[in-house]
Structures are given as C-alpha cells and as structure tokens.
C-alpha cells in the first residue's frame, strides 16, 4: 500500500476524562519521513497517538488534522486504518481464538478492499516471516496468547511488513526489548521507510532514535511540541539526562 501521503496537525487539543492533556500540537510528516517523538511521562506523547487512530477515550476539542487529503478526525477508526494509518501498541492485546494467520489475511483484505487468494496470502507471510527469522508455527497461534515481550513486537513488526501503511505511529513499541530486539524494530522501520511509508515513533531510547536515522526529532512537553530539529537533540539529551533543559529553553524564549 505504501504510496506515501503527508501528515498535516494543526492546534490540535484533546481531553480525556475531562482532563485537558493537548494543548495545541502542530506537526507536518511528509510522505515517507521518520519522525521520532520524545518527551518526559505526561507530556502528552502516547495521547497524540491514540488521537490520530481515533481512540474513543479521547475527545479532540480543537484543531484540525489532514492525512493524505482527508479530514482524518471525521474518520472512524476502521476508515482510518483503511486509509493506511497504522498504529502500533506499547502493549498489544491478546485474542483468543483468531491465529496469527487469519488477523493478517483479513487485516490486509480489508486494508486492499479485495479478496487475497490463500496461496499470495501465503507466499506474502512466508517471506515476511523469514525477514525477521519467525518460525512457521507462530503463524497457527492464537493472537499474542502466551507471546512473550519479544515475540508480541515481531508479530507487530510482521503486520507492519504484511500491511504496508502508508503512516506507521508506533507508541513506545520498543518498550521493555533488548538491545537485538529494539535494531529488528530499527530495521523495519528503515526498510518500509525505503518504500515511502511515513513513521511517528514514540520512544525513551536513544539507541533506538540513531539506528531509525530519522530526518526529525520532536519534544514534547505541557501537551505540545516544544523543540524540532535533528539527531543533535538526542545527543543533547544524552548528555544533560533529562528534559528539564527543554523548559528552560522554551521559558527564555530559546527553541526551534
């Protein structure tokens, strides 16, 4: 699907629970960049994300968000996954009963609005799964039932490859993984990159951050976008050990 489409926030607030949590977010992705957001707890990282995907806990009370030429807030959520918005979650669910297998194959049938034959079906599963060295079995198990930490992010890797979003928000999806699983997330994220799908990655890393190579980097904080800019931020970071600079800046008046 990876045609690419461009990301457009603007002002965009948002409660939940009668709680005020953002505060006039505004963000352009272009089609086919990588963006990564960074920010301390609270600051309003993974509400962005379940805003974008339509989470009815939250409710947009100001704003406007574009995605690839449609108002994306008048959108349900399965109009938005269908769309090509792909949202990837720090803890996925488990689903009894629904294999590895049939959650991929009606996930891109509905995403292609067509029919997949078994055999494409399987001969698209197959080569992902080799891709990040699954083994066939995994595909015959119960969603997440029993996965472990790492096995839960490969399988949501393996819809990323299956899918082909046209954005990809990944909410802390490198969460609690080692340093061989959190390069395997990198890689995904570099190679359907290639292919011109965009990402918002949310993440504590900063190993994480250098191997994505992203063209931007963002730090949220009180709800907005404080600081844009480069790979230098996360350097920045790295050496001062906490975003308490970040407020000092945005109160001299000293940001990008």
């Known amino acids: 699907m990876a045609d690419g489409a461009e990301l457009v926030i603007r002002d965009l607030r ?13 963000l352009t992705l272009g089609a086919g960049e990588r963006h990564v957001l960074l920010g301390a707890n609270g600051s309003g990282k993974s ?3 379940y805003v974008l995907m339509g989470h009815p806990n939250y409710t947009v009370t100001g704003g406007s968000v574009e995605f690839a030429g449609q108002d994306l807030l008048a959108l349900e959520p399965d109009e ?36 997949v034959s078994l055999r494409e079906f399987s001969k698209l599963l197959t080569g992902h799964m080799a891709t990040l060295e699954m083994q066939p079995e995994f595909a ?4 997440n039932e029993g996965f472990s930490g790492g096995e839960r992010k490969r399988n949501e890797m393996l819809q990323l490859l299956a899918l082909q979003p046209k954005l ?3 909410d802390e999806t490198d969460s609690g993984l080692d340093v061989q699983m959190r390069q395997l997330v990198a890689n995904v994220v570099r190679e359907l990159a290639s292919s011109n799908t965009g990402f918002l990655v949310v993440t504590h890393y900063e190993d994480v ?16 976008i404080a600081m844009s800019g480069g790979l230098e931020l ?23």
Request: charged share 25%.
């Open 14 to 26: 948002a409660t939940v629970a009668g709680k005020e949590i953002l505060k006039g977010v505004n």
């Open 47 to 49: 509400t962005l994300a």
């Open 209 to 224: 951050v250098r191997q994505m190579q992203p063209q931007h980097v963002h730090i949220m904080l009180d709800g907005r």
């Open 234 to 256: 996360v350097e920045r970071l790295g050496a001062e050990k906490s975003f308490d600079w970040v407020r000092e800046e945005v109160s001299h008046g000293a940001v990008n």
């Open 80 to 115: 938005r996954a269908r769309l090509g918005l792909f949202l990837a979650f720090q803890y996925p669910k488990e689903i009894t009963g629904v294999t590895v297998s049939n959650f991929l194959r009606t996930a891109v049938e509905a995403t292609r609005g067509e029919k």
């Open 168 to 170: 990809a928000i990944l």
């Open 140 to 143: 015959r198990r119960y969603l």
